[in-house]
Structure formats: structure tokens, C-alpha cells
């Protein structure tokens, strides 16, 4: 199965403290997505890449949130000096170049950050 | 503001029963619309979809409906089985396809 896969799973880190995670998409993708999920919420958009250029930003993205896309395949998202309101889940997804009538994204399991 | 709303925070149903699923949206410009379904500890994976210029999409035991002027969406499952316990998100697209908007979930619960 080659679904997307995301790194790590699960981040415990202190406040203050800067945090890396990685994302594989579909190898065929050639979008690839970042979403965050707090409790009882639903996911919200964070950011996208077309290939490496990143095109899109939500303002939910705040100056210490930064992602890269380097060669258009594996993607990082990094939060630097993290605070107790960044623990969430962070979801990446990625799809094909959407086409009328086809909009989906596959999404992976996500990293869960907690930040004490 | 919520954009796509789903008003149910969770549902009940009973094995073979029909569950029923609602989710409203408010932006005119969303013509793309996609059911997910999420279980503990994994990402939420793709169900279904609906472009605007249909009304119904069927899928095996699922079926979506969208009421373009009612600005409003709805997911069945018949029969409901127990494995289909999961919290179920909507979404909503505009033909950019940029972005997803979620709604906040409804947690489905059926019992065997």
C-alpha cells in the first residue's frame, strides 16, 4: 500500500522548543497538502504546494509555521517556538492536479503534537 | 464563520437501519462536495463525492444527495453496519479545488 505517510506519529515537546514533521504523498501526486485538526473540530487548510512551489497559505499560518516542498516529492512542516496552542493533529494529504468533476485528497494518518 | 456546518454532533442507529448524515454550507461558490470518514488514530479516508450538476451519487451502500438551493448535503448508509461506527466529515470544494472545508464531524455510532 502506498498511501501517504506522515512523520512522526505522535511529538511531545516543551514549549519554546521547535518541532519537524514530515509527509510522503502518493507517489504519482503531484499536489500535496497540509491541514491541522483540533479536538472536535473538523480539519482546517494550512497550505498547499503545486510540485515545489508552495501557492496557497491560510492566515491560520502564523510567521512560525513554515513548509517546504523541496523537490516537489516529501514535504516538511516546521513550527518553531512552539506554543500550548499548536498542539493538534496535523493531517497532510495529497492528490493529482484537481480536473473538473474531481476534487478528492487522500489524506494520512497524521501527527499528533502535544506541547507541554 | 463555519462555512460547512454539520448540525449533529452524533447519531445512534441500529444495525440494518438507514443512518442519515446532514451537512449545510453557506459559500455559493462551493460546486464540490465529499464525505469522509474517520476512525481513532488514522487520517480521514475518502467516501464519496457530489458535483453540483447532480442531485445524487451512489456508491454500494451509500448514496449522497445534494439540494443545491437549500444549500444542503446528506449522506445515507443502508443497511448500517457496525463497522461503519466512525465520526463522518463533509467538505466542500470550489472549482479551484485549492482547499477543502470541513464541517465539524458527526460521530456515528451503530449498534449491532
Not at chain 2, 91 to 99: I, L, R
Amino acid at each position: 500500500d502506498t498511501g501517504v505517510s506522515q512523520d512522526p506519529r505522535h511529538k511531545i515537546t516543551k514549549r519554546g522548543q521547535n518541532v519537524t514533521f514530515r509527509c510522503d504523498p502518493i507517489s504519482e501526486h503531484n499536489r500535496l497538502y497540509w491541514y491541522r485538526q483540533t479536538l472536535g473540530q473538523g480539519p482546517e487548510f494550512l497550505t498547499y504546494f503545486q510540485n515545489e512551489a508552495q501557492l496557497e497559505k491560510s492566515r491560520l499560518l502564523s510567521d512560525r509555521f513554515s513548509a517546504e516542498r523541496p523537490k516537489g516529492s516529501f514535504s516538511t512542516l516546521e513550527i518553531q517556538r512552539t506554543e500550548q496552542g499548536d498542539s493538534a493533529m496535523y493531517l497532510c494529504a495529497s492528490s493529482l492536479t484537481p480536473r473538473e468533476l474531481s476534487y478528492e485528497q487522500y489524506f494520512g494518518p497524521g501527527t499528533r503534537l502535544t506541547v507541554t | 464563520d463555519q462555512q460547512v456546518k454539520q448540525n449533529s454532533p452524533s447519531l445512534s442507529v441500529q444495525e440494518g437501519r438507514i443512518s442519515i448524515l446532514n451537512c449545510d454550507y453557506t459559500n455559493s461558490m462551493f460546486d464540490y462536495f465529499l464525505w469522509y470518514k474517520k476512525y481513532p488514530a488514522e487520517g480521514p479516508t475518502f467516501l464519496i463525492s457530489i458535483s453540483s450538476i447532480k442531485d445524487k451519487n451512489e456508491d454500494g451502500r451509500f448514496t449522497v444527495f445534494l439540494n443545491k438551493s437549500a444549500k444542503h448535503l446528506s449522506l445515507h448508509i443502508v443497511p448500517s453496519q457496525p463497522g461503519d461506527s466512525a465520526v463522518y466529515f463533509c467538505a466542500a470544494s470550489d472549482n479551484a479545488g485549492n482547499m477543502l472545508t470541513f464541517g465539524g464531524g458527526t460521530r456515528l455510532m451503530v449498534k449491532p
